[in-house]
């Protein structure tokens, strides 16, 4: 089971991934793990939290330590490529916000 | 199907609760659904996004116009006895951070 990441003290920062997909599926899921360990081998990067719900949003947030490395990781060619295909094939709608942790704290069972 | 939350131009808040969960049901849905109502007529509040993956991996952001409304919110009685019931009962383990929105963007579908 994923967990909740593991990042270190604020602040550093949050890109706030919220979507709804279309129905072509065709290269989605290999793109998406792609993407996911592409992005986690950047400079900056902290963590990756992500989920898809039964009714169809899905909800993914990475962490980063600067908002450069948002920004460079946003300008790789391949994550470009996949974005354009994101608009082009597998999502109706999409909000991206970038955002600074300011606080944070964390509950596990004993 | 829920949508991205539509919320004002930035700067605003986001509190992004990640979770995973206990094997106890008893009473989890009706109180996140009654969290949910509740904290959407708290003063401040802006939008709600909310994804449980098929993994286990819940991810909740809710936003808010200031770190008081934040604040104000996480103090209501009834949630804060909803927040006990959820580390005795309901949450294995989770993260909340509350992070500031300095730029957002979307995208939909023509």
Same mark, same amino acid.
Do not use: C, N
């Given at each position: 089971?994923?967990?909740?990441?593991?990042?270190?003290?604020?602040?550093?920062?949050?890109?706030?991934?919220?979507?709804?997909?279309?129905?072509?599926?065709?290269?989605?899921?290999?793109?998406?793990?792609?993407? %996911?360990?592409?992005?986690?081998?950047?400079?900056?990067? $902290? /963590?990756? +939290?992500?989920?898809?719900? =039964?009714?169809? @949003?899905? &909800?993914?947030?990475?962490?980063?330590?600067?908002?450069?490395?948002?920004?460079?990781?946003? %300008?790789?060619?391949?994550?470009?490529?996949?974005?354009? $295909? /994101?608009? +082009?094939?597998?999502?109706? =709608?999409?909000? @991206?916000? &970038?955002?600074?942790?300011?606080?944070?704290?964390?509950?596990?069972?004993?």
């Amino acid at each position: 089971m994923s967990e909740p990441a593991t990042t270190p003290r604020p602040p550093y920062f949050a890109v706030i991934f919220t979507s709804t997909r279309t129905e072509v599926d065709e290269g989605y899921e290999a793109t998406a793990a792609r993407m %996911a360990e592409l992005g986690s081998r950047q400079p900056g990067f $902290l /963590g990756l +939290e992500s989920a898809r719900d =039964a009714d169809g @949003l899905g &909800v993914t947030v990475s962490y980063w330590r600067t908002l450069e490395d948002v920004a460079r990781w946003k %300008a790789v060619a391949e994550h470009l490529a996949a974005q354009r $295909l /994101g608009r +082009e094939k597998w999502y109706r =709608a999409y909000t @991206l916000r &970038v955002a600074k942790v300011e606080d944070d704290w964390s509950f596990s069972r004993p």
